[in-house]
Nanobody, 114 residues
């Protein structure tokens, strides 16, 4: 059984920064990769970044150059640093394994607004 806990969201002005945190509790053996997803109203959940073994990293075009994903295997933590935030970054952010665990966390909400 796995539990995912995301945190760090909040309200930020355009151009600002936030650091999201993801902690994975439970059996994480044999995970291929970990990723961060974003869901905005009216849109499907999208994968914005993922990391494998700390040496293979992917970013979607929407966030490349502004977001940085990392992984601390010992702490089972997957931080996401977000900078130069834009209005369109507003949404609910979730982390999960790739392939996904059956269980999702509660997510953390990011609002980019002036």
């Amino acid at each position: 059984q796995v539990q995912i806990v995301e945190s760090g969201g909040g309200l930020v002005q355009p151009g600002g920064s936030l650091n999201l945190s993801c902690i994975v509790l439970g059996d994480t053996f044999n995970i291929y990769a970990m990723g961060w997803y974003r869901q905005t109203p009216g849109k499907e959940r999208e994968l914005v970044a993922w990391i494998r073994n700390s040496d293979y990293i992917y970013y979607s075009a929407a966030v490349k150059g502004r977001f940085t994903i990392s992984a601390d295997d010992a702490k089972k933590s997957v931080p996401l640093q977000m900078r130069d935030l834009k209005y369109e970054d507003t949404g609910d952010y979730y982390c999960n394994a790739l392939p996904n665990f059956d269980t999702w966390g509660q997510g953390t909400h990011v609002t980019v607004s002036s």
